[in-house]
């Protein structure tokens, strides 16, 4: 089972940071394209390449993007080359879509198990046994994922307890789980949120005696 694309929805990026004293936090978002730029000599040599299909040599493209607060005047400029851009969904990116309540806990929904039409279930639900914005680590204290059973029919398995490791060399971060559901599925997102619910309370009461 991976969560790993779920993580990498919910966790793995940064919001634009206002002033303090902004009164009126909302972002302006604006994009530019330069097609064909030429890069001046005192941008730097021209780029060599091996690949005799790479364009990124004296001529260009370019997007810049303008993230502006009218309220505090910050504006945070962005720019790349060789860009590509891409107009999709929530339901495909598996961030943007309301959490929902099932055995007590939050699920937030990460992106389908495969990126292809007809895929649009989520292919693993963050659980968070409170409601917020945006999930941190500290917020995820279980995860449901989707998988295929021995017929091909869908299936969820469940795990508690993440322990995070950040991206590291190209990779994505990942959790390690400290208690995962077996090898036997369940039939139902709400079966194995159900058994998130459980092992969490067992393990908090568990805790709670040992204290005493």
């Given amino acids: 089972m991976s ?50 299909e790479c ?12 993230v502006l607060c009218r309220s505090c005047g910050t504006v945070h400029l962005i720019s790349g080359e060789e860009y590509t851009t891409r107009t999709t969904t929530t339901v495909r990116t598996g961030y943007g879509q309301p959490p929902k309540r099932v055995a007590g806990l939050w699920l937030y929904p990460g992106p389908p198990l495969l990126d292809l039409r007809g895929y649009d279930s989520p ?4 659980c968070s046994r409170e409601n917020v914005d945006r999930l941190s680590e500290d917020d995820i204290v ?29 990779l994505s ?3 390690d789980w400290a208690k995962v559901s077996g090898e ?8 194995a949120a ?7 309370d067992a393990a908090a009461a568990e805790e709670e005696a040992q204290a005493q």
Avoid: M
Wanted: with cysteine; net charge positive.
């Fill in 123 to 126: 292919g693993a639900y963050l």
């Fill in 3 to 52: 969560s790993s694309d779920a993580i990498a929805a919910h966790l793995e990026w940064q919001p634009f940071a206002h002033r303090p004293d902004c009164a009126k936090p909302v972002w302006e978002v604006d994009q530019q394209t330069e097609s064909d730029k030429r890069r001046l000599r005192r941008e730097g040599p021209e780029h060599s390449c091996p690949n005799e």
């Fill in 55 to 66: 364009a990124h040599r004296d001529h260009y493209d370019r997007i810049n993007l303008r």
């Fill in 184 to 191: 036997k599925p369940f039939t139902s997102v709400t079966a």
């Fill in 173 to 175: 971060g990942y959790a």
């Fill in 194 to 200: 159900k058994w998130v619910a459980a092992e969490l």
């Fill in 142 to 170: 279980g995860v449901v994922t989707e998988g295929r059973g021995k017929r091909g029919g869908t299936v969820y398995h469940a795990a508690i307890g993440p322990d995070f490791r950040p991206p590291a060399r190209g």
